[in-house]
């Protein structure tokens, strides 16, 4: 069931599936709920399953500010008062897990469980980042110059796309059947900005996270740790890089897997998904 929640300052879009304890799976860029599709069934077996449009993605408002990740964080945490939960489990991919992340710091007493999905910790990256994740990830940087990426990517919306779903996906055909909906919601009006000021908002989220380190704070609850063998998280010390933000951080690689896993690897996420969600 698709449907929508009336927040403090949005109109949340989610799908909503399953009964039990509330799961929310948080999609990534350049992405919407969408790339839950092949999870979703199987988690409702166990659990009410929510995947919402985060703030200015998909069919959700696409506001002009509130992109922090303490900011979408507090939507989640309006949109588990909504749906009647005093415990969530969270499972984000990419940008998502970088909410997941921020929504545990922030709501510890509600966040119970978290999976964060081939990405390193914000700070983590900006403090001991290589040339190498500056070669993977160029298109953070363009994404926070103002005005020119609207400029430059709003004339070639699908190429624009369809290089990163080529480039950073390992099984390919499996991405195929998401592009026209993903090119389809990229193209709608302020969407291309307000994913852009996702990334914009790095500033005050590696501002929020140094003071989180500097305060001793870090995620308390064990917090698994999955990234693709083939992804952008592969060869970089995934554990490693977490666990000084969340020290009791385990997991591991997906098998034949890019950086896209929900829609790669979806049996393989879904069986250590519900392992560690039980």
């Not at 909503?16 to 799961?23: F, Y």
Request: charged letters at 25%; aromatic letters at 10%.
């Amino acid at each position: 069931m698709e449907t929508t929640a009336r927040l403090s300052e949005i109109t949340m879009n989610y799908r909503d599936e399953g009964t039990g304890p509330l799961v929310l799976l948080l999609h990534g860029w350049p992405q919407t709920s969408f790339c839950w599709r092949h999870v979703v069934p199987a988690l409702a077996e166990h659990y009410r399953v929510v995947a919402p449009d985060l703030r200015g993605y998909g069919r959700s408002d696409r506001p002009s500010g509130g992109y922090t990740k303490r900011r979408m964080a507090q939507d989640l945490r309006e949109l588990a008062d909504h749906l009647g939960a005093d415990r969530v489990r969270v499972v984000g991919h990419d940008r998502g897990a970088r909410v997941g992340h921020r929504f545990a710091l922030d709501h510890p007493g509600l966040v119970t469980r978290l999976t964060v999905l081939d990405v390193a910790p914000t700070l983590h990256m900006f403090e001991a980042g290589t040339t190498a994740t500056a070669k993977n990830y160029w298109h953070w940087l363009f994404h926070e110059q103002p005005d020119l990426p609207e400029l430059l990517v709003g004339a070639a919306i699908e190429p624009y796309l369809r290089h990163f779903f080529h480039a950073w996906a390992f099984q390919r055909a499996r991405i195929a059947d998401g592009l026209a909906h993903y090119v389809e919601a990229f193209t709608q009006p302020g969407a291309l900005r307000a994913g852009f000021d996702d990334y914009r908002a790095t500033p005050d989220d590696l501002a929020d996270d140094r003071a989180d380190r500097d305060a001793g704070r870090t995620v308390q609850i064990p917090v698994q740790v999955l990234w693709g063998d083939r992804g952008l998280a592969a060869g970089t010390a995934s554990l490693e890089a977490w666990r000084p933000f969340a020290p009791r951080a385990f997991g591991g690689p997906i098998a034949e897997c890019g950086h896209f896993i929900p829609e790669e690897q979806p049996g393989a996420l879904t069986a250590a998904l519900l392992e560690y969600l039980a």
